[in-house]
């Protein structure tokens, strides 16, 4: 009898492209947490910050990147879908789940952008 090899399902919908960018969280728009982005998709963030936040978190960002020479600040609310343990700190993923259209504009241009490059 062979034994079942473990498959590893994909559930992300949209590609993801690495960042380096300044992430400002909040959990309740009083205290803010720093992080770094690691990558971003078009539905989420990963990022990698020194605190612990609880899975199913509501959260809300400030993503903060440069795109075609310009500075710009998008503020975003999601929820954590994963905090696990990684190197001096911890890996957070978060979902988007509200944003202004202009914010989703420039998110998807930036995405947009990396892919080109990486094309």
């Known amino acids: 009898m062979r034994a079942a090899k473990h498959v590893s399902v994909e559930r992300r919908k949209a590609p993801r492209f690495d960042v380096e960018q300044l992430v400002i969280m909040s959990m309740n ?16 963030i990963l990022c990698h910050t020194r605190e612990k936040v609880e899975l199913m978190s509501r959260v809300f960002l ?12 998008v503020n975003v609310e999601g929820v954590v879908m994963r905090s ?3 190197r001096n700190g911890r890996l957070l993923g978060i979902h988007f789940t509200e944003m202004a259209p202009e914010g989703r504009e420039k998110i998807d241009e930036l995405i947009r952008s990396a892919h080109r490059l990486a094309s």
Do not use: A, Q, T
């Open 84 to 86: 696990e343990p990684y």
């Open 29 to 44: 728009r009083e205290d803010f947490i720093r992080g770094k982005g690691v990558n971003i998709s078009h539905d989420g």
């Open 62 to 73: 400030m993503l903060g990147f440069d795109l075609h020479h310009e500075h710009h600040d």
